[in-house]
T-cell receptor
Framework: AQSVSQHNHHVILSEAASLELGCNYS??????LFWYVQYPGQHLQLLLK??????LVKGIKGFEAEFIKSKFSFNLRKPSVQWSDTAEYFC???????????FGTGTSLTVIP | KAGVTQTPRYLIKTRGQQVTLSCSPI?????VSWYQQTPGQGLQFLFE???????NKGNFPGRFSGRQFSNSRSEMNVSTLELGDSALYLC?????????????FGPGTRLTVL
C-alpha cells in the first residue's frame, strides 16, 4: 500500500510570509497527485492536481505545487499567505488505477494577521 | 449542481450500538468513497462503490460496511460501535473511476460514541 507523509503538522505564519508544505509519497510507479484544503467549518475542496506534463502546477487562490519525481515529493507553495489561508491542508495520491486515494495526515496552517 | 450531501450531520451513540450514515452524491456521479477523519490520522479510506459494487476496501474491520443504490446514493453502516469509532465520516463522489477524476467531498457526519 502507498503512504503519504506530511512532515509539517502545524505551521504558524504571519501574513505576507511565504509558505511551503511538504508532501512525500511512497509509491514507485506513476501517480496522480492532489492537494486539498479544508477551511474551518467547510468541506474539503481541491486546491490543485498533477497528472502529467509541466511539474509545476498552479491552483486556486495563488497556490502552486511542484512535482519532483526523483524525490517522490509534491510540495505546496504560496509566495505570500493571507489570514484567509488559515486551514488544514491535505496531500493525496492515487496510483493511476484510480480506485483508491491515499491521504496524508494533514498540515494545520494558522496565519496571524 | 447541488454538492455532496450527508445525513445526519451529527450523531451521538453509545458503545455497542449500530449506526447508518447516508451520502447523496453530485447528480451524475457514479462513484462514492467513504473516509474516516480523525485528528492526527488524517483521512483513512474505508471503501469505494461504483455502480452498486464495492470496488475497493480499506483496512477497517468488518464492523464497517456499506452499500450503494441504483441512484448512486450510498450508506455506510458501523455495527457494535466502539469509542474509537468517534470521528468525522466523509463521503466523496466523482463521475467515474478515472484516476484523474476529482473527488468532491461532503460536509461529513460527526459521530460521537459515548
Amino acid at each position: 500500500a502507498q503512504s503519504v507523509s506530511q512532515h509539517n503538522h502545524h505551521v504558524i505564519l504571519s501574513e505576507a510570509a511565504s509558505l511551503e508544505l511538504g508532501c512525500n509519497y511512497s509509491y514507485g510507479g506513476t501517480v496522480n497527485l492532489f492537494w486539498y484544503v479544508q477551511y474551518p467549518g467547510q468541506h474539503l475542496q481541491l486546491l490543485l492536481k498533477y497528472f502529467s506534463g509541466d511539474p509545476l502546477v498552479k491552483g486556486i487562490k495563488g497556490f502552486e505545487a511542484e512535482f519532483i519525481k526523483s524525490k517522490f515529493s509534491f510540495n505546496l507553495r504560496k509566495p505570500s499567505v493571507q489570514w484567509s489561508d488559515t486551514a488544514e491542508y491535505f496531500c493525496a495520491v492515487n496510483d493511476r488505477t484510480g480506485n483508491q486515494f491515499y491521504f496524508g495526515t494533514g498540515t494545520s496552517l494558522t496565519v496571524i494577521p | 449542481k447541488a454538492g455532496v450531501t450527508q445525513t445526519p450531520r451529527y450523531l451521538i451513540k453509545t458503545r455497542g450500538q449500530q449506526v447508518t450514515l447516508s451520502c447523496s452524491p453530485i447528480s451524475g456521479h457514479r462513484s462514492v468513497s467513504w473516509y474516516q477523519q480523525t485528528p492526527g490520522q488524517g483521512l483513512q479510506f474505508l471503501f469505494e462503490y461504483f455502480s452498486e459494487t464495492q470496488r475497493n476496501k480499506g483496512n477497517f474491520p468488518g464492523r464497517f460496511s456499506g452499500r450503494q443504490f441504483s441512484n448512486s446514493r450510498s450508506e455506510m453502516n458501523v455495527s457494535t460501535l466502539e469509542l474509537g469509532d468517534s470521528a468525522l465520516y466523509l463521503c466523496a463522489s466523482r463521475p467515474g473511476q478515472g484516476s484523474t477524476d476529482t473527488q468532491y467531498f461532503g460536509p461529513g457526519t460527526r459521530l460521537t460514541v459515548l
